[in-house]
């Protein structure tokens, strides 16, 4: 019994590991910079984001993927593998090396987009358009830089005619059939999960911190609890002893349907589908959804456990279409929801948050859909991506639209930091889109979604002082660029928001105080 109890805290921190961000201390978020080259992300690491407190940085799959000419390198080639090479249009390998070094050095971790589940689409043909150049032959199932070949798929398994996933209410088709025609691993073989292993592997021995598992929905969760099962601790040149990668799955779970996200709890977060889409609707007020629904925000409105979400307004998917979500998602075409959204993600204590950085494309709405949804990055004419540029006000240029730069969303992380691990208090709302809470003693947000002026006195529970808005400016030295804000001796201050205002919101914490 006394070997139980010894061992019992060393069992439950490897069990719960995987659930850990492993940020550093006092960062609290990530960035996924969507599409970026690795010498950009290396610099933005250095410059921009250890400076002002993300946690970490989600990257596009590094691994060799086919080339598609047709139309012109679409965003989408990267999630068709053809090998585990660190070969991308984001760079090589050792520029992959060097971004992984030089954020950790400066606290700012890595997370890998993992794309495990399935190789290039069936339609790809043979030869060497890939990334790296390797062979490969999707009809003979013949990956050799793997090497994979027809027996580590599972077109025997797939028992639809096409073999593609044909009724998304059978959990089989879903997990065992090709999924918009890419070939399917056979993850229940473990050659399959050893390679999968292998190339994670390969990345953690590098330094990366943690995976996004793509297209988790379309594996069995036992399958990728074994594959899991084979990764090595994380390297400790960065992490401390014992660390494990941090794990969140993509499974898209809007309810209805006979894949669950509870299923996979048991090998890490899961992203939370239902976050964006219901707070996307409720901020554009559809469907007669006003912000005061707000005041039961997380496990009671419907959302999954706080401690096995990953949450986020808007996804490299959902903002142009695809996925979950549809007409709900907020994202940057529409900027000033698209800030209340992500200030009220980053000022409520639901979930670990992740922010959104994308780049612009040439919208063609036809019958209410994005025709130009393709789009890949900011490219040259030879198909390489854009550097990102940076402009005199901080943000950015050059075909790059970076959220996480404008500064109403970099001041909120810096407010996620400052508020963790307070509680949720100090809740009001006018019964309709005027909404204010606070998170214990060390910050407060107020919202106007109304279509009329806010004016009302609220307990902030912060200490009496002048407080500058993070909003409309923030502190720089000893004064305010922006609105500032008086809290009184019992803790109240008065607001005042205009219905008209681009910024329709303000947030104070104790950092801000003069």
């Known amino acids: 019994m006394r070997t139980l109890l010894l061992l019992l805290p060393t069992l439950l921190g490897v069990c719960w590991a995987q659930y850990i961000s492993n940020t550093k201390p006092g960062r609290t978020a990530i960035v996924h910079l969507f599409e970026w080259r690795w010498t950009d992300i290396a610099l933005e690491c250095e410059r921009y984001l250890a400076p002002n407190g993300f946690g970490g940085v989600q990257i596009s799959p590094p691994n060799e993927n086919l080339v598609v000419v047709d139309p012109w390198r679409p965003w989408w080639e990267r999630y068709q593998p053809i090998s585990y090479k660190i070969c991308s249009r984001s760079g090589n390998e050792i520029e992959f090396r060097d971004m992984v070094t030089r954020c950790n050095n400066v606290g700012v971790h890595i997370y890998v987009d993992a794309v495990v589940n399935h190789m290039c689409g069936s339609g790809a043909g043979f030869g060497d358009h890939s990334t790296c150049g390797s062979y490969f032959n999707v009809g003979k199932r013949d990956f050799p830089a793997v090497p994979y070949s027809a027996w580590d798929f599972n077109d025997k398994k797939c028992k639809t005619t096409s073999g593609d996933i044909e009724n998304y209410s059978d959990p089989i088709h879903v997990r065992d059939c090709r999924l918009v025609g890419l070939v399917d691993l056979a993850l229940g073989k473990d050659y399959v999960r050893s390679k999968v292993a292998e190339y994670m592997n390969y990345l953690i021995d590098i330094g990366v911190a943690g995976f996004r598992i793509d297209a988790s929905k379309h594996m069995w969760p036992g399958d990728i609890t074994a594959f899991l099962s084979k990764l090595k601790n994380l390297n400790t040149q960065w992490f401390s002893e014992g660390s494990r ?35 996307g609707t409720i901020i554009r007020k559809l469907n007669g959804e006003k912000m005061a629904n707000l005041k039961n925000w997380g496990e009671s409105s419907g959302l999954m456990p706080s401690d096995r979400a990953l949450v ?14 549809g007409a709900s998602i907020l994202t940057f075409w529409i900027p000033r929801l698209y800030k209340m959204a992500v200030g009220f993600m980053l000022a409520h204590p639901y979930g670990f948050t992740r922010i959104m950085s994308s780049y612009w494309w040439p919208r063609n709405i036809q019958n209410g859909k994005d025709i130009s949804d393709w789009f890949g990055p900011p490219s040259n004419s030879d198909g390489s991506i854009r550097s990102v540029t940076i402009n005199a006000n901080a943000t950015c240029d050059n075909g790059w639209v970076c959220e996480h730069r404008w500064h109403q969303i970099r001041n909120m992380v810096i407010f996620h930091n400052v508020v963790d691990g307070q509680p949720f208090t100090n809740w009001w709302d006018n019964n309709s889109s005027q909404v204010a809470f606070g998170r214990g003693n060390r910050g407060f947000i107020i919202f106007n979604n109304d279509d009329k002026n806010l004016s009302v006195t609220l307990q902030t529970g912060l200490l009496a002082g002048i407080y500058c808005d993070v909003i409309s400016g923030q502190k720089e030295g000893n004064h305010c660029t922006g609105m500032q804000i008086q809290v009184k001796g019992d803790g109240t201050a008065d607001f005042q928001i205009s219905s008209r205002t681009e910024d329709s919101f303000v947030a104070i914490h104790v950092d801000t105080k003069l």
Not at 251 to 258: A, Q
Not at 312 to 325: C, E, L, P
Request: glycine share 16%; aromatic share 14%; no cysteine.
């Open 245 to 279: 990668s941090f794990i969140y799955q993509e499974v898209i779970d809007l309810g209805g349907e006979p894949v669950t996200s509870s299923e996979y709890f048991g090998n890490g977060r899961v992203t939370e589908f239902k976050y964006g889409t219901k707070l």
């Open 312 to 325: 986020f307004v808007d996804n490299h998917d959902n903002q142009r279409g695809h996925g979950a979500g």
